[in-house]
């Protein structure tokens, strides 16, 4: 048997850290009230949770800067659009069919008043209620 460089084409896979984040509104929102609130999150895709003009939270992940996503958590919470959020830098494989997120390694649950403390360790979920 004969074996052509089609048998041996390896699939590429990539790993790192991107953000997962969960938003929960303070109060709903319309989709373009929601979709304005985030505008800031730049580059991630976005799955929002509820109805056309009740949206009550939002779903980010992709790749963002930190000191960025940091930004944007502290002007969410302090300004009062946010009243929580679960997020942190997860684990993932990336191959040409397919994407997983790997488990979070620790949770780390914080007020949302200690915004200080959410420094984005790789593999944390940091909670803020």
């Not at 580059?43 to 939270?57: C, H, N, P, Q, V």
Request: glycine share 8%; proline share 2%; net charge negative.
């Amino acid at each position: 048997m004969e074996v052509t460089p089609n048998d041996l084409k390896k699939e590429f896979s990539q790993r790192g850290f991107e953000l997962d984040a969960h938003l929960k509104f303070a109060s709903e929102l319309t989709q373009a009230h929601a979709e304005e609130a985030i505008k800031g999150w730049t580059g991630l895709t976005s799955t929002f949770y509820g109805e056309a003009d009740r949206i009550r939270a939002v779903r980010l992940t992709g790749d963002i800067d930190r000191d960025l996503a940091r930004q944007e958590l502290r002007k969410g919470l302090e300004s009062g659009l946010l009243r929580g959020a679960e997020l942190g830098f997860r684990a993932f494989l990336r191959s040409e069919r397919s994407f997983e997120f790997m488990p979070w390694l620790k949770n780390r649950v914080l007020k949302t008043t200690d915004l200080d403390l959410v420094d984005f360790w790789d593999g944390i979920k940091y909670i803020l209620e």
